[in-house]
């Protein structure tokens, strides 16, 4: 998989992503949320972030760009990196039905174009 990895994630998990093979490109600090996804598209990539901005915010031209979300409080960032690299090939199942996945610590919700919401532990 093709990943860019946001300036808010640590980067102990781009080294992760790698050293499970996956290619791993990282945001310039500063770099505008435009930029990012323009990024995205163009180098057919799956954004990490922890930015909330990324669910709610995104330009409706953007919004194909596929993107994983990580909500966890500071001082549980780890378990749910843990989590979605655990995880990492039901997410590529179902980055092909939509373009966003939220991490919630132990929790991963889809949502898929037709309104149907999938949760996994």
């Known amino acids: ?22 290619d791993v490109a990282l945001v310039s600090p500063g ?3 435009s930029a990012v ?11 990490v972030t922890m930015d ?7 330009p409706k031209d953007a919004r194909r760009a596929k993107r994983i979300v990580i909500i966890a ?11 979605l690299l655990k995880k990492l ?4 199942r179902a980055l092909e039905l939509t373009n966003l996945v ?5 929790t991963m919700r889809v949502e898929i174009p037709e309104g149907m919401v999938l ?3």
């Open 1 to 22: 998989m093709r990943f860019l990895i946001d300036e808010n994630v640590p980067r102990r998990f781009a080294l992760a992503l790698r050293e499970l093979g996956h």
């Open 31 to 33: 770099e505008s949320n």
């Open 37 to 47: 996804l323009e990024r995205c598209l163009k180098g057919q990539r799956i954004l």
């Open 52 to 58: 909330r901005d990324f669910i709610f915010h995104v």
């Open 73 to 83: 409080p500071s001082g549980e960032w780890l378990s749910a990196v843990s989590f």
């Open 89 to 92: 090939s039901v997410i590529e």
């Open 102 to 106: 939220v991490i919630r610590h132990k």
């Open 119 to 121: 949760e996994f532990e």
